[in-house]
């Protein structure tokens, strides 16, 4: 079935540690990627997305993503965290040839520890 | 920078009643949809218009549900007689014509069904 997955429904990690959040997809063709972030009580936030070309996309606030076609993952990461990053985090893909509308991951919650 | 307005940020009806959620898209964006997030719980895709109609809806998506475009500036949702379960955030989103998928969210409304 085609999905999109998001192992992680919780991470916490240490202000400073680098950071990576999981997103696997099930698509026949590769889909349009994206990361989205919300605060709480807030909407969504593009953070980058992928479309084609170089596997590794820079977003705002420092992240950046890989899409890897072999794995069919497009894992975000960040190299030191800071304690503003702690908020939800949605991987969205819009699959080609299927009229444009996202369809999103569960959602990972992001901790921040001092 | 251009921004999705969402009138109102909160509502809260009773069951059975009818209730309207505005959206003013961006204004040179064609595209425009409705996604819900129950609390707790992933970002769904609920409908998408194009060309003042309907182009996508999801299976949530059910006759209780319309949108409509009145004026050329607002995008509204109607919800005709709700229920408990509808309770959610509701986010609207508009984006340009063409590859881009440049989706802009609005902050959203969150519908308290009591």
């Known amino acids: 079935a085609q999905s999109v997955t998001q192992p992680d429904i919780h991470i916490t990690v240490s202000e400073g540690a680098s950071l990576e959040l999981r997103c696997n997809y099930s698509y026949g063709a590769t889909p349009y990627l994206f990361w989205y972030v919300q605060s709480p009580g807030q909407g969504l936030q593009l953070l980058l997305k992928y479309f084609s070309g170089d596997t590794l996309v820079q977003g705002i606030k420092g992240f950046e993503a890989e899409f890897k076609r072999s794995q069919s993952s497009f894992n975000l990461r960040k190299p030191s965290v800071h304690w503003s990053d702690a908020a939800e985090y949605f991987c969205a893909v819009v699959p080609t040839g299927q009229g444009g509308k996202l369809i999103f991951g569960q959602g990972t919650e992001l901790s921040v520890k001092p | ?114």
């Open chain 2, 1 to 114: 920078e251009p921004e999705v307005t969402q009138t109102p940020s909160h509502q809260v009806t009773q069951m059975g009643q009818e209730v309207i959620l505005r959206c003013v898209p961006i204004s040179n964006h064609l595209y425009f949809y409705w996604y819900r997030q129950i609390l707790g719980q992933k970002v769904e895709f609920l409908v998408s218009f194009y060309n003042n109609e309907i182009s996508e809806k999801s299976e949530i998506f059910d006759d209780q549900f319309s949108v409509e475009r009145p004026d050329g500036s607002n995008f509204t949702l109607k919800i005709r007689s709700t229920k408990l379960e509808d309770s959610a955030m509701y986010f609207c989103a508009s984006r340009v014509a063409g590859g881009n998928y440049g989706y802009t969210f609005g902050s959203g409304t969150r519908l308290t069904v009591v």
